[in-house]
């Protein structure tokens, strides 16, 4: 795909999608321009309204890293959410146990364990597809499952806080809570984290030697195992870096924002993922826009619905089509890019 | 003992009947996809919209009879996009599968609210009666347990060998099944890859609705966001613990539904047993049947892969 169809096909996606919603907000007589104002105003529109939106947006962000870095070396990371989870839980872990530990260590020590606990579950089905040909996607799906209700079983069982009615763990240790931005800002660092990690990926992917290696096993498996780039230990690891990078996802979530494992605390981040790495067109850059993109979508829904009085589900549609949309333009453009070379003779024809 | 009894009886296996139902439709659909070589991962949303539909269609016209056939119409158009963009597109079937997922959520939610009000009680519906089989019905233990269901779980029980009959008795079903291992095969004898995979998505989409349609109008008799919450999921799991075979597929279906009545029971009656457990067991299970630790279960050869023709 060629560089500005990679740019331009996530806009024509986005811009397809809003004009259908658009169509259909009016259907229900309210105002496509007021929802689409409110939208924005919600995400962007004050102080605490573009704190909420990066809130939102950095969990997706590094979700959708964790699936971008596997889907340049050809595998895709269905699992997401259930890495995620994981590294929510491990997190906790982190930062429940070792209370002495002075603040700054305390909370990297937590993201750590997150980030071990979702590259563990990303390790997994990396392994299975490398050496023993099981579909990731399918393993994905099933670890997703397995990973969501095991965190589950600790939230209800071991880990759960007897005195809350409502299930959820002990509280983490002031010492690893992720810093506030500001004084008086509820912002968290954990934007910082996903940033650093865009900045790293797009750095290993394309000024490495590493990274190269590991784009062209994404392209062309063959090409590469000729080469004698090592195939299977590239994606086993792409798979488990990129269950880390999720497992960050969730980590952040647990000690910026909840500082304990709630029951049902990822609205399905995991899986919003998926689409928000495939609308970045599985590139760091791009997957840095585009969750900013589903975040602020997540962000101003609540004032849409409130002022504009459009159910705040009208984003699920928007990112769905802004992907079926990017999707088609795509498959159009190759189609007819493909039409349009010139016939090399009867060797190109069926028979 | 009286606890015992309080937990293993004979509900619990016409609950378990009735978890499995949903599941048998939409997994013996996918069983058409993969068969033709399309893995639908929309089938997630395929059964929510056919949940809201069944639920709609039954609320306007009152009858849950065409409530299903719309929750089946519906499906089917589900299953029409995944084609138009997995098929002649040639997209990627996996990233089709995922937005078709979240659009279903999203509209299904987004008309929930429309038609129904942001905080109304749950509008409940006429749904599906149980059917009395006569003396079946009064037989002791095995009539609760089997034959005083509504009359949706035995068509699905009947579909079973009627799609055994279809893709391993009939020239349609060795198309689907070629297609789906060697579509150049297909291809070869002059018949239209595109058609086999386009004919069999509609059938997956049509009962993965219908499924839904269960859900919506076949127990509870209400619809409530994301209802499905996660059974399409459920289901392509029976469809690999299964074999890709429909007998297998409701056996598969039979032991998940189980475990889902399972965890209800035990969650409804308190016990102190993690109900996560039962939960879990249809995908660890999955695993371990795809791992090929109790005997290999082999996907269609050309599963997931678009077929073009030009390509050598």
């Known amino acids: ?351 | 003992m009286s606890t015992l009894s309080q937990f293993l009886n004979v509900d619990l296996l016409a609950a378990g009947v009735r978890m499995a139902t949903p599941l048998t439709f939409a997994a013996l659909g996918e069983v058409y996809a993969e068969r033709s070589g399309v893995l639908n991962i929309g089938l997630e949303g395929a059964m929510l919209v056919g949940a809201f539909a069944g639920f709609w269609g039954a609320h306007l016209t009152g009858s849950a009879w065409l409530g299903a056939l719309l929750a089946m119409a519906v499906g089917a158009v589900m299953g029409l996009i995944l084609g138009v963009f997995a098929i002649t597109l040639r997209a990627n079937q996996i990233v089709v599968g995922v937005a078709l997922n979240i659009f279903a959520l999203g509209v299904t939610s987004f008309l929930r609210t429309v038609v129904f009000g942001l905080n109304t009680d749950p509008v409940q519906v006429t749904g599906f009666q149980p059917v009395n089989l006569g003396f079946l019905s009064k037989l002791p233990f095995a009539g609760p347990a089997f034959f005083q269901h509504v009359p949706l779980v035995y068509v699905a029980i009947l579909l079973i060998p009627i799609s055994n009959f279809i893709l391993f008795r009939t020239s349609w079903g060795v198309v689907i099944r070629a297609t789906g291992d060697n579509p150049r095969a297909t291809d070869t004898l002059g018949l239209s890859v595109p058609e086999v995979r386009y004919i069999s998505l509609l059938v997956c989409g049509a009962l993965a609705g219908l499924g839904g349609a269960f859900l919506s109008l076949g127990q509870l008799n209400l619809f409530v966001e994301n209802m499905t919450s996660g059974r399409g999921y459920i289901a392509l799991a029976a469809v690999i613990f299964g074999k890709w075979n429909p007998t297998g597929v409701l056996l598969a279906s039979l032991l998940f539904g189980f475990a889902d009545a399972l965890q209800f029971r035990i969650q409804g009656l308190g016990l102190p047993i993690p109900f996560h457990i039962p939960l879990m067991l249809p995908y660890i299970l999955t695993l371990v049947a795809l791992g090929g630790f109790v005997g290999r279960s082999r996907s269609p050869l050309a599963l997931g892969r678009p077929y073009q023709r030009e390509a050598r």
């Not at chain 1, 605490?48 to 959708?64: D, N, V």
């Open chain 1, 1 to 351: 795909m060629t560089r500005r169809l990679s740019v331009l096909a996530p806009l024509i996606g986005i811009v397809a999608s809003l004009a259908v919603c658009a169509l259909l907000i009016k259907s229900i007589g309210a105002s496509p321009l007021d929802a689409y104002l409110r939208l924005f105003q919600g995400a962007f529109g004050s102080w605490g309204a573009i704190q909420t939106t990066l809130i939102k947006t950095s969990p997706l962000l590094l979700a959708a890293l964790g699936i971008a870095l596997p889907y340049q070396a050809g595998a895709f990371n269905i699992g997401a959410e259930g890495q995620l989870q994981m590294g929510a839980i491990f997190a906790f872990v982190g930062g429940f146990i070792f209370p002495d530990l002075p603040g700054p260590l305390h909370m990297a020590l937590a993201l750590v364990f997150g980030l071990v606990g979702g590259a563990i579950w990303g390790f997994i089905p990396g392994y299975l597809k490398a050496r023993h040909g099981l579909s990731e996607i399918i393993v994905t799906i099933m670890m997703n499952y397995i990973g969501i209700y095991s965190v589950a079983y600790f939230v209800y069982g071991p880990l759960r806080d007897p005195v809350n009615p409502y299930p959820q763990t002990f509280e983490i240790a002031p010492t690893a809570e992720l810093p506030r931005m500001g004084p008086s800002l509820s912002l968290h660092a954990g934007i910082l984290v996903g940033l650093i990690c865009v900045v790293a990926l797009s750095w290993f992917l394309w000024r490495t030697v590493g990274g190269f290696k590991l784009r062209v096993t994404g392209l062309n498996p063959t090409a590469a195992l000729f080469s004698g780039y090592p195939v299977r230990s590239q994606v086993t690891w792409a798979m488990a870096i990129g269950g880390g990078l999720a497992g960050l996802g969730g980590a952040i979530e647990i000690l910026g924002v909840y500082h304990r494992v709630v029951d049902g605390f990822s609205p399905g981040y995991g899986y919003l993922a998926i689409a928000v790495a495939l609308l970045g067109q599985g590139k760091p850059s791009g997957v840095l826009w585009s969750s900013l993109f589903f975040g602020s979508l997540i962000a101003g829904s609540g004032v849409m619905q409130r002022v504009a009085g459009v159910p705040v589900s009208l984003v699920y549609i928007v990112q769905s089509l802004a992907l079926l949309f990017m999707v088609a333009s795509v498959a159009v453009f190759t189609i007819r890019a493909r039409s349009r070379r010139p016939k090399k003779g009867a060797a190109d024809v069926d028979p």
